[in-house]
């Protein structure tokens, strides 16, 4: 049995050996070997495919499932915003019934339970009037909080509604001829609102929001506002 | 140290406190526009309105102040008042001229019950005075177009009507409604409403028109002036006798420019109170009521220059209650001459309102 296997080996070597001797060239270079890997690295070398080979074992696997874009992200969101805010008046000098005052308004979110989100939120306008040499100017300083719902606060386009408060801190002044005057008032409205905000990017979004409030010191004047700009994800 | 939630608690009580105080009756002050000494010279500054019952609903003895809107309804107008240091302040310009229309008629109304002699209660005279509508900016269409740059009283059936109408083209300075000259000028139609037309008891169209309306117009115009006085300077005392030019300067109605009555030409125009074409004074071919009416009123500042405007002031309210009596002569005859011949401690020279037939 051992003289058998002996034989077969020699055999097999036998007739191997005559084949790579003549078809082989004296430079052959396995293919599998020349495409993924150079046989003698320079230093250059060494570095182009130690930053290829790291980037690609560094780089996070794409997201692209929207339940899991919220595990990386905290959830908080800020943002600033162009605004327009719009109180009921029924004289004339107003838009659409509304005396229209100009401003930008700022924005935090904070989630606080399931898809509820607490968001502060502060704007500052100007409303101006006037006929010939008589001109009346409120600067607005409004803070407030919303307390908002989002079905998915995460989603590629996301939307919210909920309850806003806010306090209106005015600041009225006249003018007359040479002569100017001014006096401080305030509100308080309530009511609801609503929002939209698409994302734009990996960590933001453009957000528009409205808001129908109730002036609740003053008559329960209707306000409406709308506003416009960028959200970020921190 | 009060911790942030307490300061908020205590900003918002204090906001709601401030809100439900403006529902408030007077007398209070108000922040507001009001002449100051010299010509279209203004102050803006705190002005106490002493009849309001409600603030918020511009609401006491003069009447509500609304608005009048494009569906001819009257409607309480949107108001918000801001109060710091017992001062309200308004917090837009609907807000400000509504209470300066009510300001400006209230001010009319102490202009005529402080008048040292013949002085009138038109609270007494008239018990409606405080259902009166008094219209801020109204939306009305005449000929087509729409009424601006002009203010009015209108007399309908027992109601009273004080009108401002929105500022247009024509404003130069201040709208009409927020001169207090100019709706002064209105209060004293509703004056003349009630202490002459009403007590003639005829129509308006009955009585000859030109004259009557001119008398109207210049007892305005001269009782506007004086809600120009400003009592405690010398430069104060002189008033503003060119007040309507510091709304429309176009208008030929400064009480101190001598005016004489062309009487060769005197009924091209009658009975037109709205072509101002016809207000060219002196020389002009064409006289309307207005234009008759201000060379009465210059007649009757001139010589309120020589004895005192609130002295004078009084003989003329005199002349009022004179004519409205049939004291000076039948509505039917009524003429400047029998007015000029009526009025006690006036002085006519050089107008040649005496020889109107």
């Known amino acids: ?234 | 140290m009060l911790k942030w939630n307490q300061w908020l608690v205590a900003a918002l009580g204090a906001a709601l406190l401030s809100a439900c105080s403006t529902n408030v009756s007077g007398p209070i002050q108000v922040r507001l526009i009001q002449p100051a000494p010299g010509h279209c010279r203004y102050n803006i500054g705190p002005a106490t309105i002493q009849t309001l019952n409600s603030l918020t609903n511009m609401q006491g003895l003069m009447g509500r102040v609304g608005y009048f809107d494009r569906s001819e309804t009257f409607v309480k107008a949107d108001l918000q008042f801001g109060q710091v240091g017992g001062t309200y302040t308004p917090m837009d310009y609907g807000s400000l001229y509504a209470a300066s229309l009510y300001y400006y008629l209230e001010s009319g109304y102490f202009l005529f019950k402080n008048l040292p002699t013949n002085s009138v209660d038109m609270a007494q005279e008239v018990p409606s005075l405080s259902s009166s509508q008094i219209q801020m900016e109204t939306y009305e269409i005449s000929k087509d177009e729409e009424v601006k740059d002009n203010a009015a009283y209108l007399y309908d059936e027992g109601n009273n009507t004080f009108i401002s109408y929105p500022a247009g083209d024509f404003v130069n300075g201040l709208p009409f409604g927020m001169n207090r000259g100019i709706m002064i000028h209105e209060y004293t139609h509703f004056v003349m409403r009630h202490l002459v037309r009403n007590k003639l008891g005829k129509q308006t169209k009955q009585i000859p028109y030109d004259t009557l309306g001119a008398l109207d117009e210049g007892m305005a115009d001269y009782f506007g002036f004086l809600s120009t006085i400003i009592p405690g300077t010398p430069e104060g005392e002189k008033g503003d006798p060119g007040y309507f030019l510091c709304t429309e300067d176009s208008l030929d109605r400064d009480l101190s420019v001598a005016k004489t009555v062309n009487v060769s030409r005197t009924t091209d125009c009658r009975n037109d109170l709205a072509d101002y074409d016809c207000l060219r004074i002196p020389g002009s071919k064409y006289f309307s009521v207005h234009s008759l009416g201000s060379v009465f009123a210059y007649a009757n500042w001139a010589q309120g220059e020589r004895v005192g405007h609130f002295q004078h002031a009084a003989t003329l309210v005199d002349l009022m209650r004179k004519i409205g009596n049939g004291a000076c002569g039948s509505a039917d005859n009524l003429t400047f001459q029998s007015i000029v011949s009526c009025h006690s401690g006036g002085n006519y020279s050089g107008t040649n309102l005496g020889t109107l037939q």
């Open chain 1, 1 to 234: 049995m051992r003289r058998l296997a002996i034989v077969i080996l020699l055999g097999l070597s036998g007739l191997s050996q005559p084949l790579l001797a003549e078809d082989t060239p004296a430079a052959y270079t396995p293919p599998l070997m020349s495409d993924s890997l150079p046989r003698v690295l320079s230093r250059v070398d060494k570095r182009r495919y130690s930053r290829r080979r790291s980037s690609r074992i560094a780089r996070a696997p794409q997201i692209r499932s929207r339940s899991r874009a919220v595990i990386y992200r905290s959830g908080r969101r800020w943002g600033a915003q162009f605004s327009v805010l719009g109180k009921k008046q029924n004289t004339n000098g107003g838009v659409l019934g509304m005396l229209p005052a100009f401003g930008i308004r700022g924005f935090m979110d904070f989630p606080i339970v399931g898809n509820f989100i607490l968001e502060p939120n502060i704007g500052a306008y100007v409303s101006a009037q006037g006929v010939a040499e008589l001109r009346t100017t409120q600067f607005r300083l409004t803070p407030g909080v919303d307390v908002l719902y989002s079905p998915n606060p995460v989603a590629r386009t996301r939307f919210q509604i909920g309850i806003t408060n806010k306090l209106d801190v005015i600041w009225s002044q006249i003018q007359a001829f040479n002569d100017s005057s001014s006096g401080l008032g305030l509100g308080y409205r309530v009511g609801p609102t609503a929002g939209v905000a698409f994302k734009t990017g990996r960590d933001s979004a453009f957000a528009l929001d409205m808001d129908w409030t109730f002036d609740v010191l003053n008559e329960g004047r209707l306000h409406f506002g709308i506003s416009a700009g960028m959200a970020f994800w921190l």
